[in-house]
């Protein structure tokens, strides 16, 4: 399994101007790594590379198929190759809590899977004629069992998780590494609703340490904390009757009525 370092080339970043995202850009660039970061709020990107010399902003839109080609080519064109990319731009909307809603579903796919769809066609491009790169994915343990109140969110994730492990199966042998990252709960501005008891809750700089481990340690799982993603990855090879019976207990969401 390839893992890249900052000697290889810059990382890539998506979803950077806040949580999870700029936190793991800023360890990043703590660990060597020149880190490009995407976004659609260029205030916040901008910010943050006024703080971080190692930082470039390269704000757009991940639902935005063409510009997510032309901002790989631009970044390459400039920096040199990306040789990590972290595919972490994603939504949550509390609306899902309220009941199903067409609207809500699919403008939840269109950015957790679509941007991330529209992100590794250009990487997979250029990473493949290199023969080697290194791509993770910000899933969730969402996507491992069906949580009340999560229905396209977890959908979303479960997409994500097929998608990583469809892709590893593929470009194994011409060098691309895979990861899927599957954190709990952490306290970021998507968090920051929660009308709920969120068991195990992290900090964003906590979390970006144990991510940025997770690249170098290789390896096609990152998950965190363990022993919540072992309660739920256990729960959702069960039998259906006593996974739902596990799930409900596990979280602290109601089914709508």
Known sequence: ??????????????????????????????????????????????RLAAEEPRILSYPGDVTDRA???????????????????FLNAGVYFPAERKGFSAEVAWRTLEVNLGGTINGLDPLIGVMKA??????????????????????????????????????????????LTF?????????????AHADFEMPFLMSAGQAATLVCDGFERGGFEITFPRRLAYAVQLAS?????????????????????
Not at 5 to 33: F, N, P
Not at 147 to 169: F, H, R, T, V
Request: net charge positive; proline share 3%.
């Open 1 to 46: 399994m390839y893992r890249a370092s900052a000697k290889d080339g810059i990382a890539w970043v998506t979803g950077a101007s806040g949580g999870i995202g700029r936190a793991v850009a800023r360890e990043l660039a703590e660990r060597g790594y020149v880190v490009a970061t995407t976004a659609r709020r260029a205030d916040e990107l901008d």
């Open 67 to 85: 510009q997510m080609a032309r901002l790989v080519a631009e970044i390459e064109a400039a920096h040199g190759p990306i040789a990590l990319a």
């Open 130 to 175: 290199r023969g080697k790169g290194q791509i993770a994915i910000n899933c969730s343990l969402a996507g491992y069992s069906g949580i009340p109140g999560s229905a396209a969110y977890g959908a979303s994730k479960a997409a994500l998780i097929y998608l990583a492990e469809a892709l590893k199966l593929t470009y194994d042998r011409v060098g």
């Open 179 to 191: 990861q899927v990252v599957s954190p709990g709960f952490v306290a970021t501005d998507m968090t």
């Open 237 to 257: 090879i069960l039998p259906y009757p006593l996974r739902f019976y596990i799930m409900r207990r596990i979280t602290s969401f109601h089914q709508q009525e």
